[in-house]
């Protein structure tokens, strides 16, 4: 017990002797040991890499996982590390909702058949931003996050150690200056300059070995960032690879919309199988910056370029085009929105497309991108 009490006292004792030379250094009433500049480079780069690493893996967290909700139940689960119970992603959620109110509405009518449809799409989805999220989360959090949890510790225990024996150091250079002082006015004997010089090359060892160790430790932060380069391009195919997979569901989904408004289309508009809400929404597509629909298919556009090119094309017309469209192979030609285009169709072709020209260019366009001119 005496033993612990001594150790605690002596402990205590360095702490306040510490702190003491820390709070004069800044008042400026202690000389402060200059780290190497070498070394001082590499903490202020491990100290931005850090504050950096972070700000990243909050926005991705945030960016994959909007719910402020859902992510504190994942830091949770994985703190207590516990398998976090399988939530199904908005898009399944939506589809799963979809199914269900066409279940209730009937399978068979109108509604409830293309409920069905966009509802499946919309699982599908789903599913790849189940894929995306596990995939980023395996390839790049964690990553990021071992190294604040591992690495970066390490770092900042070895260089609080360094900082200590810093501080050490100086308080015998200021030990060993007040010796000297009272030496020169025979205040004290010479064994109590020689014992503060062996205590300031006892500091000095100790300062020097930790600073190395500090610094090995900085210098890999180069490795991290090779690292992190690898998982930064890791987490950018996952996401290509998610955008390509929802990019080719929406097409899919636009075929399956488009067949049933084409296979709809009767005499009497108003007894269309397909919803018009339907084509305003997924046949459109994203149009670019500036693009403008014309006034007089302002509000329902999709439906009025079904409804003009359910009419069969005869020889060579004119074509303005609604909506960009980006070709998905060399047989078909890529189109801008507002320009002018010729059109026209070849025996056996699939009566939801048309042949386009523009110049020298030819290729296969969408009939439900184009309003045809007389």
Not at 360 to 367: F, T, Y
Request: charged fraction near 25%; hydrophobic fraction near 35%; proline fraction near 5%.
């Amino acid at each position: 017990m005496d033993f612990n009490v001594k150790k605690l006292a002596s402990g205590a004792g360095v702490f306040f002797t510490r702190a003491v030379q820390f709070t004069e250094e800044k008042l400026g009433q202690a000389e402060k040991t200059e780290l190497d500049p070498h070394l001082e480079n590499l903490i202020t780069r491990a100290d931005s890499t850090k504050n950096w690493t972070e700000k990243i893996l909050r926005q991705t967290e945030v960016l994959l996982q909007p719910n402020p909700s859902a992510r504190i139940e994942e830091f949770i689960y994985d703190k207590l590390d516990k398998k976090l119970p399988s939530r199904m992603t908005n898009p399944e959620l939506l589809g799963q909702y979809m199914l269900e109110a066409a279940n209730d509405f009937g399978p068979g009518t109108p509604y409830g058949s293309t409920l069905i449809t966009v509802g499946e799409y919309q699982k599908r989805l789903g599913g790849a931003e189940r894929e995306l999220l596990q995939t980023s989360a395996a390839t790049f959090l964690t990553p990021l996050r071992n190294f604040l949890e591992g690495d970066w510790r390490t770092i900042s225990k070895e260089r609080r150690l360094m900082e200590n024996r810093r501080l050490d150091l100086d308080i015998c250079k200021a030990r060993l200056k007040k010796a000297k002082q009272a030496e020169a006015k025979a205040a004290l004997l010479s064994e109590e300059v020689d014992k503060a010089e062996h205590e300031l090359r006892v500091a000095q060892t100790e300062f020097d070995r930790q600073a190395e160790v500090t610094r090995l430790l900085l210098e890999g932060i180069s490795s991290t960032h090779l690292n992190h380069l690898r998982c930064l391009q890791d987490f950018a195919e996952a996401q290509a690879t998610y955008y390509a997979q929802c990019h080719h569901y929406m097409q899919e989904l636009q075929r399956e919309l488009n067949k049933c408004a084409n296979a709809a289309s009767t005499p009497h508009p108003t007894a269309a199988v397909c919803p018009d809400p339907v084509s305003s929404a997924f046949l459109s597509g994203p149009s670019s910056p500036g693009a403008t629909v014309s006034s007089s298919s302002s509000q329902r556009p999709s439906t009025l370029a079904m409804e003009q090119t359910q009419l069969p094309v005869t020889g060579t017309r004119k074509a303005k085009v609604l909506y960009d469209y980006d070709a998905h192979d060399a047989s078909e030609l890529s189109l801008l929105a507002d320009e002018l285009i010729t059109v026209h169709t070849v025996p056996g072709m699939d009566p939801d497309w048309l042949i386009g020209e523009r110049g020298n260019q030819k290729g296969k366009v969408p009939v439900t991108y184009l309003e045809l001119l007389s």
